[in-house]
């Protein structure tokens, strides 16, 4: 985790470097019916921790079931990708939910997949909201409530994955959560350190060379090029790929063997 010092490593006699660890995590199990999404076998190779779909934006119990075996099987962290009700939207359309209904919905999810994770022996560490719901208790107080009691009431031992310097990070810490920050690998920033929206040119990055020197200097330095060409600081102890990206597999192994070539281990931060 980059909230740890990094760890000096001995070159030599008298050279030293810093060896560096960050986790990488992608949206997984978001595979329907029919409907495929993304490449979840491709990804287990490459990634440290997987969001795996509660069945509220994206899977099925069959294919949630599936991913979660192979990311047992590579001993990969697994998160609850908890969402809106919205499986037409694919979860990225903002809705005003009651919070009586936000708390309960945010609790089934992650109970459903709390059980299909112990059937495969494994089971889930962190909680990582998806899509519009992510966006929105990023900085509106009153779901972000809602979405920590909702932790809080089902195991209050669970992570919560964050946007880097959201205000919910610090909602989240003060109800006594564990939080990790998060960066976006394909995702362009504003200066203000928030994501440029889907909807304006350039808002996702396709380029894994580009992406790559990104993320370098991310884990190295603390700063990441906002889409205006000015340097934003993010402190982030995660980096996601987004699963259903076409350059997804690419931009993962890019980063797999950009990061060792830069002594950056990949590792899941709830080791």
């Not at 022996?121 to 900085?139: E, M, Q, S, W």
Request: proline share 4%; hydrophobic share 45%.
């Amino acid at each position: 985790m980059r909230s740890k010092p990094p760890e000096r490593v001995a070159v030599g006699n008298s050279e030293e470097r810093y060896a560096m660890k960050i986790d990488l995590n992608s949206d997984l199990g978001e595979s329907l019916g029919e409907w495929s999404m993304g490449d979840d076998a491709a990804m287990l190779e490459v990634v440290s921790s997987a969001n795996v779909a509660c069945g509220f934006h994206a899977g099925d119990p069959a294919g949630i079931l599936e991913t979660l075996k192979s990311a047992k099987a590579r001993n990969v962290s697994v998160g609850a990708h908890v969402a809106y009700p919205d499986l037409t939207g694919f979860g990225r359309r903002n809705m005003d939910v009651a919070s009586h209904e936000l708390v309960a919905d945010v609790i089934y999810q992650i109970g459903a997949l709390q059980g299909l994770a112990a059937a495969v022996g494994t089971r889930v560490r962190y909680v990582k909201p998806h899509g519009a719901l992510y966006n929105t208790i990023a900085k509106d107080a009153r779901q972000a409530q809602d979405v920590i009691s909702a932790i809080r009431t089902i195991d209050p031992t669970l992570t919560l994955v964050a946007l880097a310097g959201s205000p919910l990070v610090g909602w989240a810490r003060e109800a006594g959560l564990r939080v990790v920050s998060e960066a976006f690998a394909d995702r362009a920033y504003t200066p203000a350190g928030a994501l440029v929206s889907r909807r304006e040119k350039g808002a996702v990055l396709h380029d894994p060379e580009v992406i790559l020197q990104r993320m370098i200097r991310l884990v190295q330095e603390g700063v990441i090029e906002a889409i205006d060409g000015s340097l934003v600081k993010i402190d982030a102890d995660s980096i996601c790929v987004h699963g259903d990206s076409p350059d997804a597999v690419a931009i993962a192994r890019s980063l797999q063997q950009g990061f060792a070539q830069n002594g950056i281990t990949i590792a899941a931060f709830a080791e």
